[in-house]
């Protein structure tokens, strides 16, 4: 019989007589952000040239209402919005996976290269210069690619260190003076068609890859929760998670393999946008106030994260648009300087 637990519930799971706790404030707040994220959905949908209530929102997207407001929620706002929403959630969980796996909250795969590799693996598939395969996978090849270079470059630390975050940058680096060589080469209507993955945009977003990345996103967040107990337990010495009976080297595999394939869906449907990565891991955790792996809450707020900068950079110098990925840079840039000023706050 499992005692009680102070600020926790204790769930019986099945027939097997295990007990797992769960941390009544980390339910709270996850509650709290999918409502705000639903408003901020409702307000995104809402708010434009064409501006329209929640009741008209909601009716237009059930098929009720104006035409015209029916044409506007659904045909020319909705894709964006789920993009967006996906995008966020998929970069901020990549985050806390990464994060955890490296034991370093600068462990982010916009930081080590990852999102800039996958972006000129985008682009060059933009500009025609790898036919045949559409941006979502040349995205993931690109991830791949750049996750093996700063494995095989930091040697034998691993993901520990800063030696790894260090050689990330470099990869990083190199991947976005690539993008823009490639941009330079191109006529300027292809370079124009391909500069959305250079800074971050939600603009005119592919209903296809928005469909795959949710499907993506659904897929890694299931398998996610799955690992969230020998993720919790890789925070501890290794030999600690060993006895405990934690595969290190299967859970790690795992995890670095989710966290490379969400980045890599996320890049291909909004571009490097890697801050959410490390912005919506932070706010997870600084609402949930508990030393496990807040995998959902991190992915809520990554969603809520970039919609609100998607809708700030619409509405800012309307009709001139921010893209999202400006938005988030000007917002998580000083968090980031505080964060390399203050070593101490880059540790779990």
């Given at each position: 019989?499992?005692?009680?637990?102070?600020?926790?519930?204790?769930?019986?799971?099945?027939?097997?007589?295990?007990?797992l706790?769960?941390?009544r404030?980390?339910?709270?707040?996850?509650?709290?952000?999918?409502?705000?994220?639903?408003?901020?959905?409702?307000?995104?949908?809402?708010?434009?040239?064409?501006?329209?209530?929640?009741?008209?929102?909601?009716?237009?997207?059930?098929?009720?209402?104006?035409?015209?407001?029916?044409?506007?929620?659904?045909?020319?706002?909705l894709?964006?919005?789920?993009a967006?929403?996906?995008?966020?959630?998929?970069?901020?969980?990549s985050?806390?996976?990464?994060?955890?796996?490296?034991?370093?909250?600068?462990?982010?795969?916009?930081?080590?290269?990852i999102?800039?590799?996958?972006?000129?693996?985008?682009?060059?598939?933009?500009?025609?210069?790898?036919?045949?395969?559409?941006?979502?996978?040349?995205?993931?090849?690109?991830?791949?690619?750049?996750?093996?270079?700063?494995?095989?470059?930091?040697?034998?630390?691993?993901?520990?260190?800063?030696?790894?975050?260090?050689?990330?940058?470099?990869?990083?680096?190199?991947?976005?003076?690539?993008?823009?060589?490639?941009?330079?080469?191109?006529?300027i209507?292809?370079?124009?068609?391909?500069?959305?993955?250079?800074?971050?945009?939600?603009?005119?977003?592919?209903?296809?890859?928005?469909?795959?990345?949710?499907?993506?996103?659904?897929?890694?967040?299931?398998?996610?929760?799955?690992?969230?107990?020998p993720?919790?337990l890789?925070?501890?010495?290794?030999?600690?998670?060993?006895?405990?009976?934690?595969?290190?080297?299967?859970?790690?595999?795992?995890?670095?393999?989710?966290?490379?394939?969400?980045?890599?869906?996320?890049?291909?449907?909004?571009?490097?946008?890697?801050?959410?990565?490390?912005?919506?891991?932070?706010?997870?955790?600084?609402?949930?106030?508990?030393?496990?792996?807040?995998?959902?809450?991190?992915?809520?707020?990554?969603?809520?994260?970039?919609?609100?900068?998607?809708?700030?950079?619409?509405?800012?110098l309307?009709?001139?648009?921010i893209?999202?990925?400006?938005?988030?840079?000007?917002?998580?840039?000083?968090?980031?300087?505080?964060?390399?000023?203050?070593?101490?706050?880059?540790r779990?």
């Amino acid at each position: 019989m499992s005692l009680p637990l102070p600020g926790y519930w204790i769930i019986s799971l099945g027939r097997h007589d295990i007990s797992l706790p769960v941390s009544r404030r980390a339910v709270a707040v996850n509650a709290v952000l999918l409502v705000l994220l639903l408003a901020t959905v409702t307000a995104s949908l809402g708010l434009g040239t064409v501006r329209l209530g929640p009741l008209e929102v909601w009716q237009a997207l059930w098929g009720e209402g104006a035409a015209l407001n029916q044409l506007v929620v659904r045909d020319l706002r909705l894709t964006r919005v789920l993009a967006g929403l996906a995008s966020g959630a998929a970069f901020a969980l990549s985050g806390c996976l990464m994060q955890t796996l490296a034991g370093n909250r600068l462990a982010t795969p916009g930081i080590i290269g990852i999102d800039n590799a996958a972006t000129a693996f985008a682009v060059a598939s933009v500009v025609g210069m790898a036919s045949a395969l559409v941006p979502s996978a040349m995205s993931l090849v690109g991830a791949v690619v750049a996750t093996a270079l700063v494995f095989a470059l930091a040697g034998g630390s691993g993901t520990r260190g800063y030696r790894f975050i260090v050689v990330g940058l470099g990869v990083g680096a190199v991947a976005g003076a690539l993008t823009q060589l490639m941009l330079s080469m191109v006529a300027i209507d292809d370079a124009n068609a391909a500069f959305p993955w250079t800074v971050g945009s939600l603009n005119a977003r592919s209903p296809e890859a928005t469909r795959l990345l949710m499907f993506g996103l659904l897929l890694g967040l299931l398998l996610a929760l799955r690992l969230s107990r020998p993720l919790h337990l890789l925070q501890l010495p290794p030999s600690v998670s060993q006895s405990l009976g934690v595969h290190l080297r299967r859970v790690r595999g795992m995890t670095l393999l989710l966290s490379v394939a969400l980045t890599g869906l996320a890049v291909a449907v909004a571009g490097p946008v890697g801050l959410v990565a490390l912005l919506g891991p932070e706010i997870a955790r600084m609402l949930c106030r508990h030393r496990g792996v807040p995998l959902l809450a991190s992915a809520l707020a990554g969603g809520l994260l970039m919609l609100l900068a998607d809708l700030a950079g619409r509405l800012l110098l309307a009709p001139l648009e921010i893209p999202v990925g400006i938005v988030t840079a000007v917002v998580g840039s000083p968090y980031l300087l505080w964060m390399l000023l203050t070593p101490e706050r880059s540790r779990p």
